[in-house]
């Protein structure tokens, strides 16, 4: 077949168009080559973070700086912590639960190179490592990530006082889950109890009593699980998942001082003042023996001597009496009640605002047994005669418990369909308890309660080594978080006390030992049971040093009592002791020197 054959005019068209073709290609690829060149000598962005130091406990001055992020971009620190709770489901202690959460710590702005250096504080929070990562501004992408090491600390204050002085304890940093979440406190190597910080973040204070004699003390602080007091925790598992932060004992010390108005001597300065007192009394009356002038003035001397000696013993007699005295006066028994505010989960049943049915309120919402309290209602039918109605529990941890209403009392609607009761809270449990009334022609109503919180007294407060002293409570509860007490005497932990079969009221009886002086009885709140070994850092029947802590924030009591020398002399100090002569010869033998001085004096004159 011919070739086909173009016109000319054709031909010269397609050659332009061919060659504006070609140089559009080679223009693109120019671009193109030029644009691949820019990519490669733009940096790639590779963002890191450096944190210094790496670990520290609350309050350590953090330097972070950031590299490699996109220039002058804002940008957010964010500090990643956990919030802790106390799991109870009825009657049961389920253990404690950590959920992962972050905030903003720092806001910063990166420079021209994508740079950037910033120092923040470490906060109060959980002990342990926390994540500090670099986010964009409203974005939700992680650039880059650091790791700081919030480590344990504590303190105490004051360092040194009289028998009786509260200690406070502060501690930061206390780790959370399985392995770090519990520390326990000894006194002198007596264990007295744990603290943790589940739901304070990390951070506890609470308070321990200085007992003892006079002199050095020492308070230790270890942490412990699933008991108290790993001692050698150098040795344990160094894995971070386990034991983070690390296990950092603290060891600090006290000095008790001499109680107020109470004398302490040794047994060498009471002979050394004895002699002294002695010898001077030896000079003064040596003078009268030598004089032989007259018979009467020698005879007046020695009475002058005697007489002197006699007020000077009934005065010093006197002082030790009225010093011991001041003693018994400041040495007085006291209590402390530590209760922390009981946060009510609002269990009014809900209405709507249009509604006709009556309520009823009680106030205070949270009482003691035997405080005042008054139940109100309002939107009854006048006239109406209505039974109050009181809800608690009854049965065991084999059977089971069931709600049991029981009659409280009865009241009279008043003509404004309204009525106010006034009661003592019940004997009874601790823990929520339904109020309601029934009545003919009335809509039965429960849409309040009372909480009923423990108390607690010792009986008597002072008397000889030995005492049988009787603690009563009310108020103990019926869960595994609420139905027991433990007991400390002197610091020393001494067992746990149950209330739920005798509906919250305990009697427990415990022996005053000791020497004379202050000694004291600490009641703090436990967990009777939970989860087995392995699925819960409670320590169970042990005393928690921190009731703020406790899952439902029971109280803390602590009392004082004063074991006396001896049952016949309760409030004053023997007076004839080695302590008591020595010091009232040596006051006799200088007031003796200075009285017969004017008498002996004029003898050595010339003649």
Same mark, same amino acid.
């Given at each position: 077949?011919?070739?086909?054959?173009?016109?000319?005019?054709?031909?010269?068209?397609?050659?332009?168009?061919?060659?504006?073709?070609?140089?559009?290609?080679?223009?693109?690829?120019?671009?193109?080559?030029?644009?691949?060149?820019?990519?490669?000598?733009?940096?790639?962005?590779?963002?890191?973070?450096?944190?210094?130091?790496?670990?520290?406990?609350?309050?350590?001055?953090?330097?972070?700086?950031?590299?490699?992020?996109?220039?002058?971009?804002?940008?957010?620190?964010?500090?990643?912590?956990?919030?802790?709770?106390?799991?109870?489901?009825?009657?049961?202690?389920?253990?404690?639960?950590?959920?992962?959460?972050?905030?903003?710590?720092?806001?910063?702005?990166?420079?021209?190179?994508?740079?950037?250096?910033?120092?923040?504080?470490?906060?109060?929070?959980?002990?342990?490592?926390?994540?500090?990562?670099?986010?964009?501004?409203?974005?939700?992408?992680?650039?880059?990530?650091?790791?700081?090491?919030?480590?344990?600390?504590?303190?105490?204050?004051?360092?040194?006082?009289?028998?009786?002085?509260?200690?406070?304890?502060?501690?930061?940093?206390?780790?959370?889950?399985?392995?770090?979440?519990?520390?326990?406190?000894?006194?002198?190597?007596?264990?007295?109890?744990?603290?943790?910080?589940?739901?304070?973040?990390?951070?506890?204070?609470?308070?321990?009593?200085?007992?003892?004699?006079?002199?050095?003390?020492?308070?230790?602080?270890?942490?412990?699980?699933?008991?108290?007091?790993?001692?050698?925790?150098?040795?344990?598992?160094?894995?971070?998942?386990?034991?983070?932060?690390?296990? =950092?004992?603290?060891?600090?010390?006290?000095?008790?001082?001499?109680?107020?108005?109470?004398?302490?001597?040794?047994?060498?300065?009471?002979?050394?003042?004895?002699?002294?007192?002695?010898?001077?009394?030896?000079?003064?009356?040596?003078?009268?023996?030598?004089?032989?002038?007259?018979?009467?003035?020698?005879?007046?001397?020695?009475?002058?001597?005697?007489?002197?000696?006699?007020?000077?013993?009934?005065s010093g007699l006197a002082l030790f009496s009225a010093y011991s005295a001041t003693f018994a006066v400041q040495a007085q028994p006291k209590s402390v009640e530590i209760r922390p505010e009981i946060i009510l989960v609002d269990d009014t049943v809900r209405t709507p605002l249009n509604s006709s049915l009556p309520t009823l309120?009680?106030?205070?919402?949270?009482?003691?047994?035997?405080?005042? =309290?008054?139940?109100?209602?309002?939107?009854?039918?006048?006239?109406?005669?209505?039974?109050?109605?009181?809800?608690?529990?009854?049965?065991?941890?084999?059977?089971?418990?069931?709600?049991?209403?029981?009659?409280?009392?009865?009241?009279?609607?008043?003509?404004?369909?309204?009525?106010?009761?006034?009661m003592k809270a019940p004997h009874d449990l601790e823990g929520l308890h339904e109020i309601g009334v029934s009545g003919k022609d009335t809509v039965d109503v429960r849409n309040t309660s009372l909480y009923i919180?423990?108390?607690?007294?010792?009986?008597?407060?002072?008397?000889?080594?030995?005492?049988?002293?009787?603690?009563?409570?009310?108020?103990?509860?019926?869960?595994? =978080?609420?139905?027991?007490?433990?007991?400390?005497?002197?610091?020393?932990?001494?067992?746990?006390?149950?209330?739920?079969?005798?509906?919250?009221?305990?009697?427990?009886?415990?022996?005053?030992?000791?020497?004379?002086?202050?000694?004291?009885?600490?009641?703090?709140?436990?967990?009777?049971?939970?989860?087995?070994?392995?699925?819960?850092?409670?320590?169970?029947?042990?005393?928690?040093?921190?009731?703020?802590?406790?899952?439902?924030?029971?109280?803390?009591?602590?009392?004082?009592?004063?074991?006396?020398?001896?049952?016949?002399?309760?409030?004053?100090?023997?007076?004839?002791?080695?302590?008591?002569?020595?010091?009232?010869?040596?006051?006799?033998?200088?007031?003796?020197?200075?009285?017969?001085?004017?008498?002996?004096?004029?003898?050595?004159?010339?003649?």
């Amino acid at each position: 077949m011919a070739p086909a054959h173009f016109p000319c005019h054709l031909k010269l068209e397609c050659r332009g168009q061919t060659a504006a073709l070609a140089a559009l290609i080679v223009i693109a690829l120019a671009l193109t080559a030029g644009s691949a060149s820019d990519v490669k000598a733009a940096p790639a962005l590779n963002p890191s973070l450096n944190v210094s130091p790496e670990a520290g406990p609350v309050g350590t001055e953090i330097g972070i700086a950031g590299q490699g992020f996109p220039p002058s971009s804002d940008l957010d620190l964010h500090w990643g912590t956990v919030e802790g709770r106390w799991v109870v489901d009825g009657h049961s202690f389920l253990g404690s639960e950590f959920t992962l959460r972050d905030y903003v710590i720092a806001s910063i702005k990166s420079d021209i190179s994508g740079s950037f250096e910033t120092r923040i504080r470490a906060p109060y929070d959980f002990g342990g490592r926390h994540f500090i990562t670099v986010l964009a501004r409203g974005s939700s992408t992680e650039l880059a990530k650091g790791i700081f090491t919030l480590l344990p600390s504590f303190s105490i204050s004051p360092a040194e006082g009289p028998p009786g002085t509260a200690i406070t304890i502060r501690a930061s940093g206390l780790g959370w889950g399985l392995y770090t979440t519990n520390w326990h406190v000894l006194w002198d190597n007596k264990y007295v109890g744990y603290a943790t910080a589940v739901t304070t973040r990390g951070n506890a204070t609470f308070t321990i009593y200085a007992v003892g004699d006079p002199g050095r003390h020492y308070i230790d602080i270890y942490e412990g699980y699933p008991g108290p007091a790993y001692l050698n925790i150098q040795e344990g598992p160094p894995n971070p998942v386990y034991y983070s932060p690390p296990l =950092v004992p603290f060891h600090s010390e006290f000095t008790i001082t001499p109680p107020a108005g109470a004398a302490s001597y040794k047994v060498g300065d009471v002979l050394a003042l004895g002699s002294l007192g002695l010898i001077l009394t030896t000079l003064v009356m040596a003078p009268f023996a030598q004089r032989r002038d007259t018979h009467r003035e020698s005879r007046r001397g020695i009475m002058r001597a005697l007489v002197t000696v006699a007020a000077m013993t009934l005065s010093g007699l006197a002082l030790f009496s009225a010093y011991s005295a001041t003693f018994a006066v400041q040495a007085q028994p006291k209590s402390v009640e530590i209760r922390p505010e009981i946060i009510l989960v609002d269990d009014t049943v809900r209405t709507p605002l249009n509604s006709s049915l009556p309520t009823l309120a009680v106030n205070p919402r949270v009482a003691t047994v035997g405080s005042p =309290v008054t139940i109100s209602g309002s939107g009854f039918r006048p006239g109406a005669s209505l039974e109050l109605l009181w809800t608690t529990k009854k049965g065991s941890y084999l059977t089971g418990w069931t709600d049991v209403v029981q009659p409280l009392g009865a009241v009279e609607v008043d003509s404004g369909g309204s009525f106010t009761f006034n009661m003592k809270a019940p004997h009874d449990l601790e823990g929520l308890h339904e109020i309601g009334v029934s009545g003919k022609d009335t809509v039965d109503v429960r849409n309040t309660s009372l909480y009923i919180t423990r108390s607690a007294s010792i009986t008597p407060t002072r008397g000889p080594s030995g005492t049988t002293v009787g603690v009563k409570m009310t108020g103990v509860g019926w869960t595994f =978080v609420t139905n027991t007490a433990t007991v400390v005497y002197d610091n020393a932990f001494v067992g746990y006390a149950c209330g739920f079969y005798t509906r919250g009221n305990v009697t427990l009886y415990v022996k005053a030992v000791g020497k004379p002086g202050i000694h004291t009885i600490d009641i703090y709140p436990t967990i009777y049971d939970g989860p087995p070994q392995g699925k819960s850092n409670a320590e169970y029947r042990y005393p928690l040093l921190t009731p703020e802590d406790h899952p439902v924030r029971s109280p803390a009591f602590h009392f004082e009592f004063l074991i006396t020398e001896s049952d016949q002399s309760e409030t004053l100090r023997p007076i004839f002791t080695p302590q008591n002569v020595s010091i009232t010869t040596l006051a006799m033998g200088l007031l003796s020197l200075a009285i017969q001085a004017k008498q002996w004096a004029p003898s050595r004159r010339p003649t």
